[in-house]
């Protein structure tokens, strides 16, 4: 598909036809827009108007800044605002495994393909690194840490990320059997207790 | 450095000089040959033919056929079979800590650099993954395990090997701090319990 007259037109007053084009012109405009200024930079306004659409838009389609990145960049299938309240919702000693049962349940459902593709833009582009690194950590991890109150968020974030990125490395890249194809359970109960305490435990 | 000619000249009769060269030349057919045979199917004397040389050289210049991949694929800068053996040199209750301070120490020597362009490898090249599936699950961390003893001896090398994939991409490809310029120690205390409870704790 190519939206690039979206972009060369002049940008239009007010809103537009809330259609599919909309909604396609927001994605590509919003993959370009992170990229160039990182995930904090860019501005639900900067990514409207180089959609060329009213910037209601993007909450209209996306629910929010995090909505629109994570469909954009991640492709991923579900809103990070609505992830973060699903993972706080239930006792913390518990946040390990509600953490590694969405990760497996999310990535499982799109085929781990879209895991490994975001690996790919990782390892090969330095700039979707940092923005990468700006929204799974500084966005996502550190509301769930600030929840949560332990001491040394940041080593906790980074921490956390570290076995969340490999699992997925493992289960949907690499494919390493037989924890590629083990059932959520078995991942759960092997995984989540280092969650556990990179989060809440005891690390120095 | 074009090598070609090692490998379209007919094969030498017996050693030729043990110079430069021929390290060179097997360098080179043990990248082709690995990758189009996978770890386990390529034989030295496969790799010392397309290089042109003795098999004999192989031990000469690189110990092994694991020391050989090692250099090859990994530009790890130290032999695997050394490696292995200093893991196991040691209590089994310290087996993480030795992992983590080993795997830290070698790749913060490379600065980091050849992590990154083997994960690059690895999520862009199917059969670079396959290979280095089979050297690191099969071959490494599996003669740990066995030494060990442990039960679920392929779960437990899959998630050594998830955790560890991890602390090297958070570490040296999306470099988030503070991990990624923590100090060994912090390190160690962190991510060590979580692999010593792989590979000798309770996993399921």
Do not use: C
Not at 44 to 49: E, L, P
Not at 112 to 120: D, H, T, Y
Not at 157 to 176: E, H
Request: charged share 25%.
């Amino acid at each position: 598909m190519d939206h690039s007259p979206n972009r060369t037109e002049p940008k239009r007053r007010g809103r537009r036809a809330g259609g599919e084009d909309t909604r396609a012109a927001l994605l590509q405009a919003a993959r370009e827009v992170f990229v160039e200024r990182g995930f904090e930079g860019a501005t639900v306004r900067s990514i409207a108007s180089r959609a060329g659409v009213d910037a209601a838009m993007v909450n209209h389609w996306f629910g929010s800044k995090e909505g629109l990145f994570a469909k954009a960049v991640l492709q991923l299938p579900i809103d990070p605002n609505t992830l973060v309240e699903r993972l706080l919702d239930g006792p913390p000693e518990l946040i390990g495994e509600r953490i590694v049962r969405n990760f497996v349940t999310i990535w499982d459902a799109t085929g781990g393909g879209q895991f490994a593709a975001m690996v790919r833009s990782i390892t090969s582009q330095e700039q979707v690194a940092e923005v990468l690194r700006q929204f799974f950590v500084q966005t996502l991890l550190r509301r769930v840490i600030a929840h949560l109150g332990s001491s040394d968020a940041e080593l906790r974030a980074t921490l956390t990320a570290s076995q969340i990125f490999g699992m997925g490395i493992v289960r949907y890249v690499v494919r390493i059997e037989p924890f590629a194809s083990a059932d959520v359970d078995t991942v759960v109960r092997a995984i989540a207790p280092t969650l556990q305490r990179y989060l809440t435990g005891d690390i120095s």
